[in-house]
């Protein structure tokens, strides 16, 4: 695509804004940028209140469900620190992905949530309205944090991003002119074009500052780490979006930048960061077969993928499934009989969840079908009876029910094992013993087999 539509864009953004509509109110930017009556009046009223401030920004700064949002931690760090910030803008939620019906909510959602960022939103083709929000609630300092659609979906060159947002600061003043910005640099540092354009940002912001309305920058990009597939520490769950390392040092450069405006203090370092990855555990069951085990989980809300684990009795866990997607798993080449457990860990992207998110553990087993049915054997002796059966093709163990009639009453004992004999001991001189044995399978049990007595000798 060429720059003619770039122009084309910029002039539409221009016009956008010439006449900006709000809940039926058409509020020209003459009328925005010189306030009076009772918007001079709203002015004096914020001043001394809360220090309002938006985010107009894309994916990196709206975040999916299941994430803290680099804004979480923002704000949680204003807030501790007593700095009296008011987040303004549009909307509160998250992104939530096509077709998935969870709740539209953080993965914490205590925390100041008002923005103005959508998912796909770029200084080239914006997709949502950014002014009205602004003449609506006329934030004293706005952190613009768009630019990462330009370079990756609409490539365009680092000249024409910078421009775009000297347009966007200059359009943005006319409608509230004392408005103070950040400038993000774009947190994809591996990218050479978007690399030019964080180069430029400081250049621009010292151009476009003023002493009523300072521009500053906030440095994402240093000490930022792109991730990579290969479960090594980094600060995105794929080519773009921050995970939650990455959530953390964007919320650090942005409130350092805020700070250097006089609101709030810089970051703690050295930075902390909470576990990794979805911080739901998924739910996870499982089904006996007889070749294979059945496994199926809920997935926790913004999780993408889940890696399987295995434990055979008394070894480690193993990892046999990285990755998976769905939310099902065949595990196979198992041992007959044995009983294996299992869990699931969720991803997010290329992150992994963290060991306190893995699901419950679960046990299951494979094994043919049961069909045959044992006949056993009982040998009375004194107070005891020793019982034996053939068998049974399939079986993993034996079910075993015990009648004992003494003096005119029952006792009913269960018994099981998986050898095909048992001594039943500390029985009443004289009692009839009444013996029935099924076998058990790893997916069925067999017909119970027909009943065989003896008498407890004396």
Not at 195 to 215: F, G, H, P
Not at 339 to 368: C, H, I, Q
Request: proline share 5%; aromatic share 8%; hydrophobic share 40%.
């Amino acid at each position: 695509m060429g720059e003619t539509r770039s122009r084309a864009g910029l002039a539409r953004l221009s016009a956008l804004v010439a006449t900006t509509l709000v809940g039926g109110l058409t509020v020209s930017t003459a009328a925005a940028a010189r306030p009076t009556g009772d918007v001079r009046g709203e002015d004096e009223r914020r001043a001394a209140a809360a220090t309002s401030v938006m985010v107009v920004g894309d994916s990196v700064s709206q975040a999916s469900v299941g994430d803290y949002s680099w804004r979480y931690f923002a704000s949680r760090h204003l807030t501790a620190v007593g700095a009296g910030v008011d987040f303004v803008g549009a909307r509160t939620t998250p992104h939530v992905p096509a077709g998935q019906t969870w709740a539209a909510r953080y993965s914490d959602d205590d925390f100041d949530r008002d923005h103005t960022a959508m998912w796909g939103d770029s200084f080239y083709y914006p997709n949502q309205d950014h002014w009205s929000p602004m003449v609506a609630a006329r934030p004293e300092v706005v952190v613009l944090a768009l630019g990462t659609n330009d370079f990756g979906v609409w490539k365009r060159k680092a000249a024409d991003v910078v421009a775009s947002a000297r347009t966007w600061v200059t359009v943005a003043r006319s409608v509230v002119h004392s408005a103070e910005f950040v400038l993000v640099e774009i947190p994809w540092v591996t990218h050479k074009r978007v690399k030019t354009y964080n180069a430029s940002l400081q250049k621009v912001a010292a151009e476009l500052s003023t002493a009523e309305s300072r521009v500053v920058v906030a440095r994402t990009s240093k000490g930022y780490v792109m991730g990579k597939d290969d479960d090594r520490p980094g600060d995105t769950y794929d080519d773009v979006h921050p995970n939650t390392r990455g959530q953390v040092k964007i919320a650090a450069a942005v409130t350092d930048a805020l700070a250097s405006l006089g609101i709030g203090v810089a970051y703690p370092r050295p930075l902390t960061f909470p576990a990794e990855g979805p911080r739901t555990a998924p739910v996870l069951r499982a089904a006996n077969g007889t070749a294979r085990v059945r496994l199926g989980w809920r997935v926790p809300p913004g999780a993408t993928s889940h890696d399987v684990w295995r434990r055979a009795p008394g070894r480690r866990w193993v990892r046999v499934a990285r990755a998976r997607a769905g939310t099902s798993y065949g595990a196979r080449r198992l041992a007959s009989c044995r009983r294996y457990e299992f869990r699931v860990r969720a991803r997010k992207g290329w992150t992994l969840a963290a060991p306190d998110m893995a699901s419950n553990v679960v046990s299951a087993r494979v094994g043919p079908r049961v069909g045959a049915r044992t006949t056993p054997t009982v040998r009375p002796g004194s107070r005891h009876v020793r019982l034996s059966w053939n068998r049974v093709a399939g079986a993993c163990s034996y079910g075993v029910r015990i009648s004992v009639v003494h003096r005119g009453e029952e006792t009913v004992l269960k018994r099981g094992g998986v050898r095909p004999r048992l001594v039943v001991r500390d029985l009443p001189p004289g009692a009839t013993v009444t013996v029935r044995v099924r076998a058990v399978g790893a997916v069925n049990s067999g017909r119970w087999s027909a009943p065989r007595a003896a008498r407890v000798r004396r």
